[in-house]
T-cell receptor, first 113, second 113 residues
């Protein structure tokens, strides 16, 4: 099975500061990669997905992620945090030859005023 | 989360009781999934269905059964509920092929006492 590691179960930043949420996967073949966001008491919503067209992927709400094959990473960033970004973020992967999606354990983002 | 409907939204069971969680889609997609979400563990795949009449085990299938009788519906059954099955359950569909993402329902919060 795929393994997805999200470093840091809780990240706290000040409003306006850079957001960096880390995701590493274990696979010799780059899988399909996704980031999801979950607001309290809601389902998961797609933030962005990796396409082979570009290593830097832009998503909704000003988030972006960079795919680095050499580091098997797909970290999520946002230049300037907003209070409304406070939520839990999940990295997910799916390998090409399987239909199963595997999720990381999640990172809760807290944004301080 | 239009497109994926889960019922019920909340449920409390006593140990040993049975129940079925329902999931229905109106988007005509083949792949459907059941996940459970527990604090600090992300989402773990219980079962998956690639198409009508087919199902496959995920990471944590023990204690659950599923049924995919038609393309639209994918149900999850707990035959004899245990406190360890207290969780939030999410149904999801995959919106196509390739790097198509999962689209989630709003979840069912289950408590087993």
């Amino acid at each position: 099975a795929q393994s997805v590691t999200q470093l840091g179960s809780h990240v706290s930043v000040s409003e306006g500061a850079l957001v960096l949420l880390r995701c590493n996967y274990s696979s010799s073949v780059p899988p399909y990669l996704f980031w999801y966001v979950q607001y309290p008491n809601q389902g998961l919503q797609l933030l962005l997905k990796y396409t082979s067209a570009a290593t830097l992927v832009k998503g909704i709400n000003g988030f972006e992620a960079e795919f680095k094959k050499s580091e098997t990473s797909f970290h999520l960033t946002k230049p300037s945090a907003h209070m409304s970004d406070a939520a839990e973020y999940f990295c997910a992967v799916r390998t090409y030859n399987f239909n199963k999606f595997y999720f990381g354990s999640g990172t809760k983002l807290n944004v301080k005023p | 989360n239009a497109g994926v409907t889960q019922t019920p939204k909340f449920q409390v069971l006593k140990t040993g009781q049975s129940m079925t969680l329902q999931c229905a889609q109106d988007m005509n997609h083949n792949s459907m999934y059941w996940y459970r979400q527990d604090p600090g563990m992300g989402l773990r795949l219980i079962y998956y269905s690639a198409s009508e009449g087919t199902t496959d085990k995920g990471e944590v299938p023990n204690g659950y059964n599923v049924s995919r009788l038609n393309k639209r519906e994918f149900s999850l059954r707990l035959e004899s509920a245990a406190p360890s099955q207290t969780s939030v359950y999410f149904c999801a569909i995959r919106q196509g092929e390739g790097n198509s993402p999962l689209h989630f329902g709003n979840g069912t919060r289950l408590t087993v006492t």
